[in-house]
């Protein structure tokens, strides 16, 4: 089946630091992927849509200068997290569509990345 | 606007007891689909079960029933006989082209089996 492989999958940063998250999807060229992230005991909550090759679509109160999102590639698409501060310490976890498989209904997750900034 | 509900926040019961997470749903489109996914502490999701708002059959793997009913915009999830290793986050999601096919998660249902 296919695989989307998050890297890394823990990080500890200083605050004011920058911190890149990549996604991958090994076996299946993901045109779109999303990106969530989970604070403690919560759900996931979409932060942005990316397409290949286009600028991010952000949700509504997520900070586009703070949270950058590349989707330079079929295959890999990355969130950097700029100037981090504690808050910004979740569960971040990334989501790629399969357009080739039945229907493009496949979306296949990463094993997350736990950001800590210290 | 889409929208999961999961009322239930934890639920726990004791090894072998029957459990059924609660799934509450809404969307104006008429194609969308619902998921099922299990969080254990690692943090990962975990795949269940997908299903179309076509197919109201109801689906058995295993200790795992689903029970899909449009009428009352419900997808309730069973887990027979439950054990130890059910216990985890367990979400319901929604993802329609109305909400440009995203995917939509529902506050999640802790769920704790004890020995």
């Known amino acids: 089946g296919a695989v989307v492989s998050q890297h890394p999958s823990r990080v500890i940063c200083k605050s004011g630091t920058s911190v890149k998250i990549e996604c991958r999807s090994l076996?299946?060229?993901?045109?779109?992927m999303f990106w969530y992230r989970q604070f403690p005991k919560q759900s996931l909550m979409l932060m942005a849509t990316?397409?290949?090759?286009?600028?991010?679509?952000?949700e509504q109160g997520v900070e586009k200068d703070k949270f950058l999102i590349n989707h330079a590639s079929l295959t890999l698409s990355t969130l950097t997290v700029t100037s981090a501060h504690p808050e910004d310490s979740s569960f971040y976890i990334c989501?790629?569509?399969?357009?080739?498989?039945?229907?493009?209904?496949?979306?296949?997750f990463g094993s997350g990345t736990r950001l800590t900034v210290v | 606007a889409q929208k999961v509900t999961q009322a239930q926040t934890e639920i726990s019961v004791v090894e072998k007891e029957d459990v059924t997470l609660d799934c509450v749903y809404e969307?104006?489109?008429?194609?969308?689909?619902l998921f099922w996914y299990k969080q254990p502490p690692s943090g990962e999701l975990v795949f269940l079960i997908r299903?179309?708002?076509?197919?109201?059959q109801n689906e058995i793997s295993g200790r795992y029933s689903w029970n899909f009913q449009k009428s009352t915009s419900s997808f309730n999830f069973t887990i027979t006989a439950s054990q130890v290793v059910d216990s985890a986050v367990y979400f319901c999601?929604?993802?329609?082209?109305?909400?440009?096919?995203?995917?939509?998660f529902g506050a999640g249902t802790r769920l704790f089996v004890k020995a």
């Open positions: 989501s790629a569509r399969d357009p080739s498989s039945t229907g493009g209904y496949d979306y296949t």
């Open positions: 076996d299946f060229q993901a045109t779109t």
């Open positions: 990316s397409n290949e090759g286009s600028k991010a679509t952000y």
């Open positions: 969307t104006r489109d008429t194609t969308y689909y």
């Open positions: 299903r179309n708002s076509f197919d109201e």
């Open positions: 999601a929604l993802r329609g082209g109305a909400g440009g096919f995203k995917t939509i």
